[in-house]
């Protein structure tokens, strides 16, 4: 999934790039979307992007201090992002918890709706090529979980988050708003533990039931799943075969 995944991303920056000199991705952790940037980075295709025309954003971001192991942003840069030749003014990482916001993850989130909006022109979010989301066990993506206040957030695109059942409890997401923005949101899974979260996300409950159920492009809605994760999918939910 995470090899498939990552020439499908490859391409797309580049037909971006081609399309309009620039292109804006936005990144994902956890198991499956570091799997991803491994993969690009082992990939021979990967020279084919101008990395220094690449805006990237995160998703979420786990609200530690800059530089520790468990931010999703450290991990990218371990992966992928540390080998690139990137614009350094072009990487948007999320607020750390030793910068000017201090414990106050409310206003680390205000500071990160704001980059994003500057980056946007007109409009609160920038209009993203491609938006990343692995799905959890529980259905969530980003940090929105089930039942939890940021799934409800209907008006912020960035939102603290605190008391997360995942450990860290303290963290900083992109809303459902932010992400309904991308014209295209990709949905990473894989693995039989994934499996149950896929199901029930495909059958629409809503996303306070099911985070993942409300996450959508634009333009395409993109799952890409391993055997094991869609081992539990209704046949009913299969689109048609082709003629």
């Known amino acids: 999934m995470a090899q498939a995944a990552a020439a499908r991303l490859i391409t797309r920056i580049v037909d971006a790039q081609a399309a309009r000199g620039t292109a804006s991705v936005v990144l994902t952790g956890g198991r499956n979307g570091n799997a991803l940037l491994a993969a690009i980075a082992a990939s021979p295709a990967r020279d084919a992007v101008d990395w220094a025309r690449l805006d990237i954003w995160w998703g979420d971001e786990r609200y530690l201090p800059a530089g520790d192991p468990e931010r999703n942003a450290t991990q990218a840069r371990a992966e992928l992002l540390d080998a690139l030749p990137l614009d350094p003014a072009r990487v948007h990482e999320m607020p750390a918890s030793d910068g000017p916001d201090g414990s106050d993850v409310e206003s680390a989130a205000a ?115 391993d055997r094991a994760a869609a081992a539990k999918i209704p046949p009913q939910l299969y689109p048609p075969a082709s003629a």
Do not use: C, M, N, Q
Request: without cysteine; neutral net charge.
């Open 111 to 225: 500071r990160y709706a704001e980059e994003l909006a500057k980056a946007a022109g007109r409009g609160e979010v920038p209009e993203f090529d491609v938006l990343l989301l692995g799905v959890g066990p529980d259905t969530h993506v980003a940090s929105l979980f089930p039942e939890h206040p940021g799934v409800r957030e209907t008006e912020l695109t960035v939102v603290g988050v605190r008391g997360a059942p995942k450990p860290p409890p303290t963290r900083v997401s992109l809303t459902l708003p932010a992400i309904r923005s991308a014209r295209e949101v990709w949905l990473l899974a894989a693995g039989e533990d994934k499996a149950g979260a896929v199901a029930l996300a495909l059958s629409g409950p809503g996303e306070l039931l099911a985070p993942a159920s409300a996450a959508r492009g634009t333009v395409r809605t993109l799952w890409l799943l």
